[in-house]
């Protein structure tokens, strides 16, 4: 990766989780304004409401969240939709039934809505050329396979798949370390750990490889 910083990292406000399924809005609010943050927060049930997810988000659901508060993204993923296998997997049994018609719903309508939606994978040198010159990404995971190497004993064990979004905020080539919030950490310090682990997380089954790439308006550089 030739002509990028050998690190970058960019100051988010962190925020902690408050249920069980509001991990990836939790991202949402870090990448958000001081302003943005507070009228969410404000609004919360009535804003989940409206967007008519309730209790449960997909990734499709959190660009329309970053569409309503004018965050330029894209959207990258292996799956324009559910993947038909999910139907058959214990952590989405529970989910899909309620979730398929919204979800598809988005998906049809993205392009008319002006959201940009691909169906495409992208490997670590891209994600890093991203976090180098444009700004933060929120990544969904599988939490099972999501170890930092500052926090691995506070964080709750799992078992299986279970889906998790994390933002990273920023690399370090050297140390081939990537940096993250993750919003289930109470103390709001940035977690960090191998690239090659963090892609074990990324691309295991059942993440469909969503990413989301922030661009950002304004550079917020340490």
Request: aromatic fraction near 12%.
């Amino acid at each position: 990766m030739n002509n990028i910083p050998q690190s970058k990292h960019y100051n988010l406000t962190h925020y902690q989780q408050r249920y069980n399924w509001d991990c990836g809005i939790s991202c949402i609010l870090m990448i958000l304004s001081t302003a943005q943050r507070k009228q969410f927060l404000n609004n919360f049930e009535t804003i989940c409401k409206e967007e008519g997810f309730g209790v449960s988000t997909w990734t499709i659901d959190l660009c329309y969240l970053l569409q309503r508060y004018n965050v330029r993204h894209e959207y990258f993923t292996q799956t324009l939709g559910i993947d038909p296998s999910y139907k058959k997997h214990m952590y989405y049994t529970r989910i899909i039934d309620k979730d398929e018609r919204r979800v598809l719903r988005r998906f049809k309508e993205a392009k008319a809505r002006g959201l940009s939606v691909e169906k495409r994978t992208v490997g670590m040198p891209v994600i890093v050329s991203h976090l180098a010159r444009h700004g933060p990404i929120i990544l969904l995971t599988n939490a099972s396979l999501l170890v930092c190497e500052i926090c691995r004993k506070t964080i709750r064990d799992r078992f299986g798949y279970a889906g998790h979004y994390v933002v990273l905020c920023g690399y370090d080539i050297t140390t081939r370390k990537l940096f993250y919030h993750n919003p289930e950490v109470r103390d709001g310090h940035v977690c960090r750990c191998f690239s090659g682990a963090m892609d074990n997380a990324r691309v295991a089954f059942g993440t469909d490889q969503d990413i989301i790439f922030i661009y950002e308006k304004t550079n917020r550089k340490k």
